[in-house]
T-cell receptor, first 110, second 116 residues
Framework: TQLLEQSPQFLSIQEGENLTVYCNSSSVFSSLQWYRQEPGEGPVLLVTVVTGGEVKKLKRLTFQFGDARKDSSLHITAAQPGDTGLYLCAGEDSGYALNFGKGTSLLVTP | DTGVSQDPRHKITKRGQNVTFRCDPISEHNRLYWYRQTLGQGPEFLTYFQNEAQLEKSRLLSDRFSAERPKGSFSTLEIQRTEQGDSAMYLC??????????????FGPGTRLTVL
């Protein structure tokens, strides 16, 4: 099992602020996925990054995969209360399972 | 387009009882996964099916746990002689891997198990 570390663990910001959360590992992944999870629900897939250095944008969310495919970041511009949730990164290695980090819990207040 | 569905959404049981959960994957997906998630943790892999074949099991899957996917469609996860440590959210996911897209797994809403 390859360990994925996410930081920060908790983040509380006001509406309109920008933020970046990080996902780091010492191991290389063939792909990495970001999910958002709300309390009592399953994770919802936001994006998959496959190529080292890849950048993907989803409205106000920007995802980047590190050149060496060991780390990733998620940047949110002008955060809104609807962005509140647990952000999980998950790496795909040579097996079938996804290896998840513990997540970053984001709270955006009006 | 229906996503992954799970039943029941919540289950409360007494220690020592058996419970069974069901997962219906996205219809064209041949891969199905079970994960367990406890408070403050990300999901942890339990087992994986490709069609009806169970190809991988985590060491988290003790002998009290059994999973089946008899016709390569829906799957069941049974826990025998439940213990309080089994209390968790049990998540099912499905995928249909396409070369170059990564192993995109789509999750159901989960079954919240509470063992008293």
């Amino acid at each position: 099992t390859q360990l994925l570390e996410q930081s920060p663990q908790f983040l509380s910001i006001q509406e309109g602020e920008n933020l970046t959360v990080y996902c780091n590992s010492s191991s290389v992944f063939s792909s990495l996925q970001w999910y958002r999870q709300e309390p009592g629900e399953g994770p919802v897939l936001l994006v998959t990054v496959v190529t080292g250095g890849e950048v993907k944008k989803l409205k106000r969310l920007t995802f980047q995969f590190g050149d060496a495919r060991k780390d990733s970041s998620l940047h949110i511009t002008a955060a809104q209360p609807g962005d509140t949730g647990l952000y999980l990164c998950a790496g795909e290695d040579s097996g079938y399972a996804l290896n998840f980090g513990k997540g970053t819990s984001l709270l955006v207040t009006p | 387009d229906t996503g992954v569905s799970q039943d029941p959404r919540h289950k409360i049981t007494k220690r020592g009882q058996n419970v069974t959960f069901r997962c219906d994957p996205i219809s064209e997906h041949n891969r199905l996964y079970w994960y367990r998630q406890t408070l403050g943790q990300g999901p942890e892999f339990l087992t994986y099916f490709q069609n009806e074949a169970q190809l991988e099991k985590s060491r988290l899957l003790s002998d009290r746990f059994s999973a089946e996917r008899p016709k390569g469609s829906f799957s069941t996860l049974e826990i025998q002689r439940t213990e309080q440590g089994d209390s968790a959210m049990y998540l099912c996911a499905s995928s249909h891997k396409v070369r170059g897209t990564g192993n995109e797994q789509f999750f159901g809403p989960g079954t919240r198990l509470t063992v008293l």
